[in-house]
C-alpha cells in the first residue's frame, strides 16, 4: 500500500472557523490530490498539486484553498467552514510519470461535520 | 455535466456468479480508464485499469472491457465473493498537454454479494 496518511481521521467544528486537513506521503510522488465524497456525487475534485508549490483547481474548489510547500505534505484549508463542507475528504497521490495519467492511491479519508 | 456515469447505484449478484458494472461517458478525449474499490471508512483502493489502446485487461477475477464507439466499459467479476462487496467507482481521464492528469469519476455503484 502507498504511504499516504490524513489527519485528522475525525473532526467535528462549528460553522466559520478554519479547518485545516493534512496529506502526508512518503512515496515522494509528484502529484497530491484532494477529494470530497458526498452521497449521489461520487468523488469530486477540489485541488490539486502538480510539485512544491504548484497547485490548481479542480471542479468544486470554491471556498478551500491548499498549499504544498514539501513534497511529502499537502494541506487543504476551509477558510471558514460552512454545512454545505460537510463530507469526506479524501487525498490521493500519483507518481506521474511522463505525461500519461498515472493510478491514484488513496489516504483513508477524513470525515468532516460543520455544525 | 457528469462525464462519467454509472447508472446504476446498486446491485445484487449471487455468490459464485458473475458481477457486471457498467460505466458510460461522454467525453470523446477520454483515452485512460480505471475502476476502484472502496469498502465503508477506508479510502478507494485501484483495481484494474485500460488504456484505449485495448478494448480488454484481465487481471484474475477482474476483467474490464471497453467499447469506445459506444463510449462505455464494464467490469466483471467472475466468480464473485462476498468480500467483492464494495461500492466501486469507474474513472477516466483523458489526454493532457499539459502533462499532469486529472481523473473524472462516476458516482459509484454498490455491489452486494448474496451467499
Known amino acids: 500500500d502507498a504511504g499516504i496518511t490524513q489527519s485528522p481521521r475525525h473532526k467535528v467544528t462549528e460553522t466559520g472557523t478554519p479547518v485545516t486537513l493534512r496529506c502526508h506521503q512518503t512515496e515522494n510522488h509528484r502529484y497530491m490530490y484532494w477529494y470530497r465524497q458526498d452521497p449521489g456525487h461520487g468523488l469530486r475534485l477540489i485541488h490539486y498539486?502538480?510539485?512544491?508549490?504548484?497547485?490548481d483547481k479542480g471542479e468544486v474548489s470554491d471556498g478551500y484553498s491548499v498549499s504544498r510547500s514539501k513534497t511529502e505534505d499537502f494541506l487543504l484549508t476551509l477558510e471558514s467552514a460552512t454545512s454545505s463542507q460537510t463530507s469526506v475528504y479524501f487525498c490521493a497521490i500519483s507518481e506521474g510519470r511522463g505525461r500519461r495519467a498515472d493510478t491514484q492511491y488513496f489516504g483513508p479519508g477524513t470525515r468532516l461535520t460543520v455544525l | 455535466d457528469q462525464q462519467v456515469k454509472q447508472n446504476s447505484p446498486s446491485l445484487s449478484v449471487q455468490e459464485g456468479r458473475i458481477s457486471i458494472l457498467n460505466c458510460d461517458y461522454t467525453n470523446s478525449m477520454f483515452d485512460y480508464f480505471l475502476w476502484y474499490k472502496k469498502y465503508p471508512a477506508e479510502g478507494p483502493t485501484f483495481l484494474i485499469s485500460i488504456s484505449s489502446i485495448k478494448d480488454k485487461n484481465e487481471d484474475g477475477r477482474f476483467t474490464v472491457f471497453l467499447n469506445k464507439s459506444a463510449k462505455h466499459l464494464s467490469l466483471h467479476i467472475v466468480p464473485s465473493q462476498p468480500g467483492d462487496s464494495a461500492v466501486y467507482f469507474c474513472?477516466?481521464?483523458?489526454?493532457?498537454?499539459?502533462?499532469?492528469?486529472?481523473?473524472?469519476f462516476g458516482t459509484g455503484t454498490r455491489l452486494t454479494i448474496i451467499p
Open positions: 474513472a477516466a481521464s483523458a489526454r493532457s498537454n499539459f502533462g499532469n492528469e486529472k481523473l473524472t
Open positions: 498539486s502538480y510539485g512544491v508549490k504548484d497547485t
